[in-house]
Each structure stands twice: as structure tokens, then as C-alpha cells.
């Protein structure tokens, strides 16, 4: 009687892996594809980085010219590689949608205060590249030169009418969503340069509503997705949460998924969905982290027909293009 129980579990294990075997699904096809966090930026210490760490006091060397979230910054990252460029916004208090990524202006610029308690004119006599230093203080070498580049979102879409871009709110206010469908019906020739939405999930889930071809996903949708695939992904079956949306797959735990990586991408195109690849994951990290190293991108599938989330688009672009 054991002799059979441990055949049949056997049997099983071997069925389970057969079915999420990845070597047995077809090659996935389509050309990496690139989102660069910020634009092109300064690289800072993430270590114990949480929601109000002022990360410009952090930065580290090299100092590059380009200021996150500035136009500079989005049309250099354009340049080397970059298919999107995720972008962070808050609404300004004359209706405006000011593109910033801190919830408050003290950090990087000389501004004091909420940074939507402001409009959008004051906004854009701040220099956003105030607040950087690479040694506590000593040094700040983009004071002066970030003076005015605070954009509004209209900015950044007449500069580059061609590009495609990911909103990031900042925020859980569903009147944001509201704001950005009002933005697009009175601006239709940018309609497809927003390409998507993400962040709080009051928002984004707004904004999905009211503008269906939006690519839209949630922090809470996300981990609701991969738990839900983790649990019962080995019979094949797609958890809804994965369903018709953007999977982010922290790069240390994507062997974890079943089927990674040709069965898992099969499965969440056939649902739909497509596979944003981030950098790595840890239990309590505050932000959203990208395939950042040389080291990380060893890490990425050849030839991986999805996207891949940078903060070193410069450096990255070049190494997975190569690869391919």
C-alpha cells in the first residue's frame, strides 16, 4: 500500500512539472521592451529608503546632469532606449496635473509644504534640483540648474507628442482619475501618449473606468495576482486578478512563478495580461525598484518579450538590446 501512495505521489509530482514545464511551452515571441523610472536621474542608496525618505540627500556618484521627473530627463531616457517613461503627478490646487514625485516640496526643491497645496505657477519658479548632495550636505551640484523644470503634465506631452508615457499617482484620491480623463477629453491628440496608469487604487481604478484602453493595475490587484498564481498557478488555471493587466514580477522571485518564464508569459497573454519585470524584492520596501545592474539584467530570459522597469535605462537598454 506505501509502495503504491508513493508511486501515485510520484506520478503527480511528475504530471505538475510536465504541465509548468516552461522548456515544453511554445517560445514566446516580441522585442524587449523598456520603461524607464523617472526619465534618466541621479542613482541613490536605497538601503532602508521608506515613503518620506528624502532620497537626494543620498544621491551617489556619478552626478548626472538629467533631474528626475524633468523633460531633460524623459527625452534623454527617449534617447537611450527607453518604449515608456513612467512619470509621477499631483493635482495642483488651480486644477492642474504637476508632474513631481515627492508628496512634499522640501526634499529637492526649495519649496516648503504639500506639493498639490500649491498651483501650478508658483511650482514652476522652484529649482528641483536644490536639495541634491552626494556627501551630507557639503556639496550641491545641480543647485541652479533644475530652476523652472518643474513641468506640467501639458509640458511634457507637447514636448514629446510622440512618445508614451505610464502615470504614477501619488496619491488614493479618485478625483485624480476624474482629472486625467478631463485632461485627455480636452486634449484628444494625446490620448495615446498616455499609455498607462498605476499607483493609489482609488485613481487608478477611476481612470480605468472612465478610459477603458488605459493599461491600469494596482498594488493591491498585483499581490493579489501573484499570491492567488502561487497558490493554485501549478494547475493552470489564471487567478481574475491577473486578468487584462500589467503583472509586475520582482526579478529574484520570478523562478518562483510556475512555468517561468515561457509557460508563465503564455498564460498571462492568453489572460490578457502582460509582464513588466522589476528589479529585486524585499519584505517591507517602500518603493517600486528596477532591473538595475549589470548583474540584475543577467538575470532577465533572453530574448524576454515583455517589459523590463529601469532606473538605468542608459545602462541596461544597451546590455538586454545586445542580448537579444
Sequence with gaps: MFKKILIGVA?????????????????????TRFVAHRGVHQNFDLTGVENDTCTATRIREPIVDEIENTIPAMQAAFAAGADFVELDVHPTTDGKLAVFHDWTLDC????????????????????????????????????????????????????????????????????E??????????????????????????????????????????????????????????TGIVPSACHNTMVMVPINYAWALWGWPNRFIQRMREAGSEVI????????????????????????????PGLVWTNEIATIAPIL????
Design 11 to 31: 506520478v503527480f509530482i511528475a504530471a505538475v512539472y510536465l504541465w509548468n514545464a516552461s522548456w515544453l511551452a511554445p517560445a514566446q515571441t516580441g522585442e
Design 108 to 175: 529637492r526643491t526649495e519649496g516648503k509644504g504639500e506639493t498639490r497645496s500649491h498651483d501650478m505657477a508658483y511650482l514652476k519658479t522652484l529649482d528641483v534640483g536644490y536639495g541634491y548632495t552626494p556627501d551630507d550636505g557639503k556639496t550641491f551640484p545641480l543647485r541652479g540648474k533644475g530652476v523652472g523644470m518643474l513641468p506640467e503634465l501639458s509640458d511634457v506631452l507637447t514636448a514629446m507628442p510622440d512618445k508614451r508615457f505610464l502615470v504614477n499617482y501619488k496619491s488614493n484620491e479618485e478625483r
Design 177 to 234: 482619475g476624474d482629472m486625467l480623463r478631463a485632461f485627455i477629453e480636452a486634449n484628444p491628440q494625446w490620448e495615446t501618449a498616455i499609455w498607462g496608469v498605476y499607483g493609489g487604487d482609488a485613481p487608478t481604478m477611476r481612470a480605468k473606468q472612465l478610459l477603458p484602453d488605459l493599461k491600469a493595475w494596482s498594488r493591491k490587484g498585483l499581490m493579489s495576482c501573484l499570491l492567488q498564481y502561487e497558490g493554485y498557478g501549478w
Design 277 to 304: 519585470l522589476i528589479g529585486p524584492f524585499s519584505p517591507g520596501d517602500a518603493g517600486t525598484s528596477g532591473v538595475d545592474t549589470p548583474q540584475e539584467a543577467a538575470l532577465v530570459p533572453n530574448g524576454f
Design 321 to 324: 538590446q545586445a542580448g537579444n
